[in-house]
């Protein structure tokens, strides 16, 4: 029997279907979870605007995927988000399944930088506004309301403008030299690429997007944005995993 539970009128639709078979005991949990959390969300507004396509570049790991997942069920509740495309191009066939059980597009491509996949996700991507986050990162409560309201006003003003979240270490990670080396990093140079992007569809294209060949692409194009035209959201995001 397959059991699903999905929320329509937006393209990122959440199901779950009984596979014990093909996912572990703690991903099916997750899963689980997720599904919970849209049954007691609101439905979507079908009036409501749908502008987001969310890009998730991946390495092959379910967990941190489903991670991410389970913190954007929300936003598709609430009608921001039109699709999840989680990019791939490790070939084991995980995220792919991954993708499958939870209703989002996956996205195969040749490469193995992150700019490839980055670049890869941008060009199927079908809404007006693209939101990267790396695969682990789980947004914290509130950046519904501030990503509605940044679009807003990016499209009132006229003028481009990209953001980024607010970079916070999870409680649970360990303190190594490491990280306090990338604090310092993210205070001398500004954001970096696990703070994710925000970012209209046009202004991506104008700018060139992430160069698909080149190392660390995700610096490259926040120095193309530059201090102007970028914003630093109050909303934070937490890597796991």
């Known amino acids: 029997m397959t059991h699903l539970a999905a929320m329509t009128g937006c393209g990122f639709t959440i199901a779950c279907r009984s596979a014990a078979g093909k996912l572990h005991s703690a991903t099916l949990r997750v899963y689980d979870n997720i599904i919970r959390t849209l049954r007691f969300s609101r439905s979507a507004d079908p009036e409501a605007s749908i502008m987001l396509s969310v890009i998730i570049p991946t390495d092959g790991v379910e967990q941190t995927a489903v991670a991410t997942l389970a913190a ?11 699709e999840v495309l989680l990019v791939d191009g490790t070939r084991n066939g995980v995220i792919e399944r991954v993708a499958d059980v939870a209703g989002c597009r996956f996205i195969g491509f040749e490469g193995s930088s992150q700019g490839a996949a980055l670049a890869a996700g941008a060009r199927q991507a079908r809404s007006p ?41 999870s409680p649970y990670a360990n303190t190594a030299l490491r990280d306090i080396l990338w604090a310092v990093a993210r205070k001398l140079v500004g954001p970096l690429g696990d703070q994710g992007l925000l970012i209209a569809r046009e202004h991506y294209d104008r700018i060139g997007g992430y160069p698909p060949h080149a190392r660390h692409s995700e610096a490259r194009l926040l120095r193309r944005l530059g201090r102007s ?12 995993g």
Request: net charge positive; proline share 3%.
């Open 129 to 169: 506004w693209l939101m990267f986050l790396p695969a682990g990162a789980v947004l914290e409560t509130g950046w519904i309301e501030e990503t509605t309201q940044f679009i807003q006003a990016v499209a009132t003003s006229g003028r481009d403008r990209a953001a980024v979240f607010r970079y916070a270490r």
């Open 72 to 82: 954007l069920v929300p936003g598709a509740a609430a009608g921001v988000i039109r």
């Open 229 to 240: 035209s970028r914003t630093m959201l109050r909303s934070r995001i937490v890597m796991v």
